[in-house]
């Protein structure tokens, strides 16, 4: 009997040991004194286990099945509806820029919302990036659009490729570049927005033009210098006519101190990777990909974009920079800067003068980032009411109206359905709802 047992000890595994255990607690429960004794004889012939063992693994409690081993969650469910409600109003960073909005972004969301449970807001401000992404995971969304640029070959003699990609030491290095918002065709007329990025700082500028015409882009260019905080020292651009033309060429030359006029290598795209990732964050969030060939709306564009927008995207919304990149055998490793939105890295500069700082402080002061929301969401309202009745022939089905609760900001794919050769992703969450 005892070589019997020791060769049994030997085949059952722990596992099996368990799932006796777990099988017969009830029956054990049930039976009289005689039949507990007969299990038990059982039991510890079986595993070799001592009878006090075996007595005391029938009298615990049964272990509660679907429960999760490890330490509970700490960020749960709570915070989802007002970090959702930031990150929506500060136009969808990414978690690590994210974690730095928060701080700023949160005294204005209780004003309008109402004070937060004390640990919610502690849980908020220690949440990590990664955590940030995770929880907002659900509601991101992407889409692609069309290119618009022509090459000309006028003046490239006299506008050099730009080479010194990252001697920039101060404000007043722009990069521009336009958008077309042609739905699924460029032929014919339509808006255009204008795009200004400083490398050094951020600052971006926006303006809505008619066709991309030079008279249109240098008036435009005109009316922003006059609103910058600092200097245009150097100005590159890709090589489309918009840009290569004499009329800009004079604008930047015919000054007492001119410009430094440069152009991207053809085909380079990521020549000017600092205007194209604003191309996606300033203006497809915003207006998405329909076809604006109403000319009314580029005055409302472009007032959305002097004011509200710029105020929002330069003063509350933080970016981060580029500061090494290294090959460590067949991985990149990229650094970057410390979250900073375009008007810290201004105030933080020292080729901005002190009256600059001081107006740029008290532009600062009078702002409100959920009340620019609201405006925002006001303004496109109005903009996208006025693209959907002026379609060609009368047509109202092109556009479809935005919804009182639930807009996406840029009426997403649903609106292209009809127009487009092939199938966008569904027009699905409204990315961020509009005010009441």
């Not at 014919?188 to 700082?201: E, S």
């Amino acid at each position: 009997m005892e070589r019997e047992a020791t060769d049994m000890e030997t085949v059952m595994s722990g596992q099996s040991r368990e799932e006796y255990i777990r099988t017969q607690r009830a029956r054990y429960h049930r039976s009289t004194r005689a039949q507990k004794k007969r299990i038990l004889d059982e039991g510890c012939e079986m595993f070799g286990m001592h009878r006090k063992s075996l007595t005391r693994a029938f009298g615990r409690p049964a272990r509660r099945h679907g429960k999760q081993a490890g330490r509970q969650r700490q960020y749960g469910p709570a915070l989802v509806g007002p970090l959702k409600a930031i990150w929506l109003a500060a136009e969808q960073p990414c978690g690590k820029r994210l974690k730095a909005v928060l701080p700023v972004w949160l005294p204005s969301y209780e004003r309008h919302h109402g004070a937060l449970d004390p640990a919610v807001r502690e849980a908020l401000l220690s949440a990590s990036a990664s955590t940030l992404d995770r929880l907002l995971r659900p509601w991101r969304v992407r889409y692609k659009g069309l290119s618009g640029t022509r090459a000309v070959r006028r003046l490239e003699g006299q506008i050099p490729i730009r080479t010194q990609f990252r001697e920039v030491t101060g404000p007043g290095t722009f990069e521009a570049d336009t958008v077309a918002h042609c739905g699924h065709s460029l032929a014919g007329a339509f808006v255009w927005t204008l795009t200004l990025t400083d490398i050094a700082t951020g600052w971006t500028e926006n303006r809505a033009v008619w066709n991309k015409s030079a008279s249109q882009i240098t008036a435009r260019l005109r009316e922003i210098e006059r609103r910058l905080a600092f200097d245009i020292v150097a100005f590159d651009t890709d090589n489309g006519s918009e840009f290569i033309n004499h009329v800009l060429y004079r604008y930047f030359h015919d000054r007492a101190t001119p410009v430094h006029m440069t152009r991207c290598r053809p085909y380079h795209k990521n020549d000017q990777a600092h205007v194209e990732q604003k191309q996606w964050t300033h203006v497809r969030q915003l207006l998405g990909y329909e076809r604006f060939e109403d000319r009314r709306l580029v005055e409302l564009i472009d007032d959305l974009y002097r004011n509200q927008w710029r105020a929002l995207q330069n003063f509350f919304l933080p970016t981060m920079q580029l500061q090494s990149k290294t090959r460590e055998g067949g991985k990149i490793k990229r650094r970057h800067s410390r979250p900073a939105t375009p008007y810290q890295r201004l105030l933080a500069s020292d080729q901005v003068s002190p009256e600059a700082k001081e107006q740029l402080r008290r532009e600062f002061e009078s702002l409100d980032p959920f009340d620019l929301h609201k405006r925002i969401d006001a303004k496109l309202n109005t903009i996208f009411q006025v693209a959907r009745h002026s379609q060609k022939g009368g047509k109202r089905n092109a556009i479809p109206a935005p919804a009182s609760a639930a807009r996406s900001k840029a009426t997403a794919a649903g609106c292209l359905k009809n127009q487009l050769p092939k199938p966008l992703p569904p027009a699905t969450p409204r990315k961020r709802p509009i005010a009441a």
